[in-house]
Each structure stands twice: as structure tokens, then as C-alpha cells.
């Protein structure tokens, strides 16, 4: 395999290397529809540049059988942007950005298995890209707090008509957040942690 | 001017995640999350093709050189050695090395088996909740960004 510039395979920056006694890591996933703002929470609060990793997906094409080449066959490659954040010298956390569509889904067995939790970022322009996403988090059981990402000309809906509308119980907390500002995006991290306790803490005692 | 209304796609469908319901929540999730299920899309090293075994490994899993590249490595070992000198996730190798994932996963399982490399198990979510202390460390930690 032609491995062209090897050599020159850019790393990570000495200063973001991580130290020597990072024993674990544990990541937290962001989901949301193009153009959201994603990869803008990531870029927010990482202390590492965003980084991209991709994956490749063959899709074998409709009617295979009386069309039996590769021409039958795309490829279709899937980004996800990603972002770091040290918590102690032992533990990492990893911030995942990834498009909610439905043809994106089967890479997120991987993604979501093991993962904290979610945060499904939303804008008021488009509410519905975000209904089967949040269909898809119900199902797989993984527990998600809802950021209304507050773009200057998207409409404003109070909380509760929004809570409503997208059908959420009310113990899911649904925030608003500006993704472009550092603490902001903290917050959203922090209510999905404080809302991933209250969850540990209630299974605790029942 | 009011938004649009999400429909549920199960009528009528109990409500999973809230906390009074976790022993409801817990049964679901632990079915969910297994390989077994047979809704759930293929995993990724299943879309990748039928190739040999490979380590288990995450995203998130750190992966740390074990040694200096042997004279037999080959560009791409070299690469990841060089890379993981301090630890550093398969992400970050996939996004680095410009590979997809699912082959980053290939060459580390051929260098964990060699010993070349190690690999530190992420903390993952169970069947259930994540430990409360954990959460709490990572809430620290957040705290301080």
C-alpha cells in the first residue's frame, strides 16, 4: 500500500498531547441536523483544534442482480468532528459532532454505545430535522438533553410550547444556548451531567 | 406562529427516560444495547466486511506505543508509534493517519496482537447509568473550563 508522505503525517501539537497517566476516557456526543452548529459546540469548549474522522460506507445499489458491477456499488464517506476536553490527569472526555439524517445512523452503534450521554442541539428554523433524532435516542435508551442553539433570526418559542411540540417528558431538560460562546457550551455539558446524576441518582434509590 | 409537532413513531409509547420509570428504562436499555438486537443497524466492523477478528476497540480508547518500530513495521505502524508516543484516542489516530475508523481498527488489532501498542479500556456506559462518581468528576473538571 502506497503510504505517500508518511513522514509527514502531521500529529498532535506538543501541547496537546495528553500526559502519561490518562488511563480512560469517556465521550459525550452531540447530535443535530446540518448546519445547527455542532461542530461550533465542539469548537467551543475543546482544547484541542476540532479534528474530523471519517468512516466509509459501500452501499450496494438498488437492483444489484441484473447490474452486477461495481458501478451498483457508492461509496458514501461520513464526518464527524470531534473535540477534547482533559477532566483530570487520568480521564479524558471526547465531544462527538454528528449529522442526526437517518442515512448517518448506522455509524452510531458504535458512537452512542458506551457513551454518557447526548445532546441534541436544535434550531427553531428547522425543529422537525430534529423529531427522529430524538425518536432514535428513545429507542436506543440513551439520555439526552435537548439546547435550542439561539440563532439571531430563528423564531423564539417558550420552553414549554417547545417541550410540547417535541414531545419530551418533562424531567428532560430543554436549554437554551448561544454554541458559539465557551460557556455557554459548558452549560449545555453541565446540564446533561447534572441530569445524567439526578438519573444515577434515582436508580440509586429506588 | 407555532412549531411543528413531533409525532412519536410508536403511539401511546411509555415514556423511557424518565426517572421514576429507571426500572422500565434500565430492562430497555440493557436489550438495546446488545449486539443482539436485531433491529439495531450492523456494527461498523460488520458494514466493513468479513476480515478476521478484530479488538474490541472504541472511539474513545486510548492507545499508547509499547515500543520502537521494528525494523519489519511498516508505514503505517510507524505512523501510529510515532503518533501514540503519548497516549492518544483512536479518533484522534483515524483523524491524524486520515484513515477511516473501521481501518485504524484493523492495524491496531495486528499491533496490539504484536505488542507494539496498548490499548487503556474507555469507561463505558453500562446497561445502565454511569457511575455518580464519575459523573461528578467530569462535572469538576467542566467546572474549571
Sequence with gaps: MDFKGSDTIPGPRTEDHLPQTAQAAVKIVIVGGFGVGKT?????????????????????????????GSETKTATTVAMDFGRIS?????????FGTPGQERFWFLWNGLFEGALGA???????????SFDVIGRLEERGVPFVVAVNSFPDAPRYPIDDLRTALDLPKEIPIIECDARRRASS????????????????????? | MTPPQ???RFAKEQPRLTPLATEGSGGTEGKDGKEGDTKAPERLYVVAGPDGQRAD?????????????????TPEQSAILRLCTAPLSVAELS????????????LLTEMLTAELVQARAP???????????????????????
Design chain 1, 87 to 95: 477532566i483530570t490527569d487520568q480521564l479524558v472526555l471526547y465531544l
Design chain 1, 40 to 68: 461550533t459546540m465542539v469548537g467551543s469548549v475543546s482544547e484541542i483544534r476540532p479534528l474530523t474522522t471519517e468512516e466509509t460506507m459501500t452501499q450496494a445499489g438498488i437492483g444489484v442482480d441484473d447490474n452486477y
Design chain 2, 123 to 145: 469507561i463505558v456506559r453500562q446497561a445502565t447509568l454511569p457511575d455518580r462518581s464519575l459523573l461528578e468528576a467530569v462535572m469538576h473538571g467542566l467546572q474549571r473550563l
Design chain 2, 6 to 8: 413531533r409525532r412519536r
Design chain 2, 57 to 73: 476497540l472504541d472511539l474513545v480508547t486510548l492507545v499508547v506505543a509499547g515500543a520502537d518500530p521494528p525494523p519489519s513495521a
Design chain 1, 119 to 129: 445532546v441534541v442541539l436544535i434550531d427553531t428554523r428547522r425543529l422537525e430535522v
Design chain 2, 95 to 106: 483523524a491524524y493517519l486520515n484513515l477511516p475508523f473501521s481501518v485504524v481498527t484493523v
Design chain 1, 186 to 206: 459548558r452549560d449545555v455539558l453541565m446540564t446533561l451531567m447534572h441530569f445524567l446524576h439526578s438519573l444515577a441518582t434515582a436508580k440509586a434509590n429506588a
